[in-house]
Every structure is written in structure tokens, then in C-alpha cells.
């Protein structure tokens, strides 16, 4: 089992930046590729993207290219969203998960955390 639990959402205006934490805790949490994954209201889940097991490689949606970085700590079982120029299209619950796979598709997902509240106004 891995558990996972995100922070640092919140309230921004549009172009200001955040960073979301992913506390990862269990069973060899490093051994998982990362993903980060949105869903805004009315909406289905979204791929952000994702990071390999050491961190060296990353993938990001075309929607977000440029903009996010994620990135790992695997000495703080931590997982990093860094989100600049932010967009009131942005506004969403933010998720990672974890998996033993590379992919963008939710379903290749094992495990999932509670999700965070990013809200960008305009």
C-alpha cells in the first residue's frame, strides 16, 4: 500500500505561481512512477503529468507544457508541482498518483490521493 497526500493549494489571481506537494508514505513509494492529474468542475480527470521512479525524466500535457515542473525528493518521499503563470483555466482539485507503469492514462494509476483545491481568479 502507498499512501499519498497533497498540499498547498489555494486562491491565486491569474500569473501568479504555486507549489503543490505530493507526501508519499508505504510500501517502496519510490518505486512508482508520479503523476499529476486535475479535474475542474463539470469536467473529466485531466493528465498534468508525470515523473520517472528517479526523478531524471518528466512528461507534460501540451495544456501546461512550459509552465509546470514536477519534480521528487525521494529522501523526503515528496513529489513537487510547480505551477507558474498561472490561468483561471487551471482552476481544479489536483491529484497524484502513483504507478507502476509510464503513462497518462488514469487508469494505470494504483493509487491516488485526496486531492487539493487550486483556484486561479482572473
Known amino acids: 500500500q502507498v499512501q499519498l497526500v497533497e498540499s498547498g493549494g489555494g486562491l491565486v489571481q491569474a500569473g501568479d505561481s504555486l507549489r503543490l506537494s505530493c507526501a508519499t508514505s508505504?510500501?517502496?513509494?519510490?518505486?512508482?512512477?508520479m503523476g499529476w492529474f486535475r479535474q475542474a468542475p463539470g469536467k473529466e480527470r485531466e493528465f498534468v503529468g508525470l515523473?520517472?521512479?528517479?526523478?531524471?525524466?518528466?512528461y507534460y500535457a501540451d495544456s501546461v507544457k512550459g509552465r509546470f515542473t514536477i519534480s521528487r525528493d525521494n529522501a523526503k518521499n515528496t513529489v513537487y508541482l510547480q505551477m507558474n503563470s498561472l490561468k483561471p483555466e487551471d482552476t481544479a482539485v489536483y491529484y497524484c498518483a502513483a504507478s507502476l507503469v509510464w503513462s497518462r492514462v488514469s487508469n494505470s494509476y494504483d493509487y491516488w490521493g485526496q486531492g487539493t483545491q487550486v483556484t486561479v481568479s482572473s
Open positions: 508505504g510500501r517502496a513509494s519510490n518505486m512508482y512512477f
Open positions: 515523473i520517472n521512479k528517479g526523478g531524471s525524466s518528466t
